[in-house]
C-alpha cells in the first residue's frame, strides 16, 4: 500500500515548500515612493508567500489535503489488515479453492480501487492548487492596475525565483511593501464586508 500513500507526501510537500511567512514584510518601508514616471519593480515570491489571501487559502487546501491523507491510509489500513487476515486463513487451509479464488477476487478489486481513489484525489488536489495560484495572481494583477491608476509608474516589473524580470535594481524602486500593505488592507476590509453580508443573511433567515 506504499503506493497509496506517496501521491499525498508529495502534496504536503509542496505546500510546505511555501515560504511560512506572516503577512508583514520583514524589510523596513522605503521612506517615499519613486516618483511617476518611474520604471519600479516588485519581488513576486516575497508579495505572494505574504498576501494574506494567499496564506488562508494555503491553509484551508493544506487541511484538505490532510483529510484527504488520514481518508486515504485509514482505507489502506483496513485494506492492510484484510489481506493479512486473508493470507492467514490461505496458510492455515481454511479456504476451499473457490472461497480463496472469490476473496483474492474482491481483495484486487478494493487496491484498484484505492489506486484510482488515489490518483483522482491527486487530480483534484493539483486542480485546486492551480486555481488557488491563478486566482491569487489574477488578484495581485488587478490590484496593480488600480493602484497604479494613482501612482503612474512606466513600468511594474516582477521579479521572482522562477523569473527574474529584474536581475539587479536600485532598492528603493522595490514597491513590493507598498503593494503588500495594500493588498492586505484591501483584503481584510473586503473579508469584513463579506462577513457581514452572510450575517445580515443568517439573520434574516432566522427571522
Do not use: W
Amino acid at each position: 500500500m506504499r503506493h497509496l500513500k506517496v501521491f499525498m507526501c508529495i502534496a504536503l510537500a509542496v505546500l510546505a515548500c511555501s515560504c511560512k511567512q506572516g503577512s508583514k514584510s520583514g524589510q523596513a518601508k522605503p521612506a517615499a515612493l519613486p516618483p511617476a514616471g518611474s520604471i519600479v519593480y516588485v519581488r513576486l515570491d516575497t508579495l505572494v508567500n505574504q498576501y494574506d489571501m494567499f496564506n488562508d487559502m494555503k491553509s484551508d487546501l493544506e487541511a484538505k489535503v490532510q483529510d484527504i491523507q488520514n481518508d486515504l491510509q485509514s482505507k489502506g489500513r483496513d485494506f492492510q489488515s484484510d489481506a493479512s487476515d486473508f493470507q492467514t486463513k490461505i496458510n492455515k487451509g481454511l479456504l476451499t479453492r473457490a472461497q480463496a479464488e472469490e476473496q483474492n477476487r474482491v481483495l484486487s478489486n478494493r487496491q484498484a480501487d484505492l489506486q484510482n481513489l488515489s490518483q483522482q484525489k491527486q487530480a483534484e488536489i493539483q486542480q485546486q492548487e492551480s486555481d488557488m495560484y491563478n486566482n491569487i495572481l489574477d488578484n495581485v494583477k488587478a490590484y496593480l492596475k488600480k493602484y497604479n491608476e494613482s501612482k503612474k509608474f512606466a513600468l511594474i516589473l516582477t521579479t521572482s525565483g522562477a523569473t527574474n524580470t529584474v536581475l539587479a535594481g536600485d532598492e528603493s524602486l522595490d514597491i513590493t511593501n507598498d503593494v503588500l500593505d495594500g493588498l492586505n488592507n484591501e483584503y481584510v476590509k473586503n473579508k469584513k464586508k463579506d462577513k457581514g453580508s452572510e450575517d445580515v443573511k443568517s439573520a434574516d433567515s432566522k427571522k
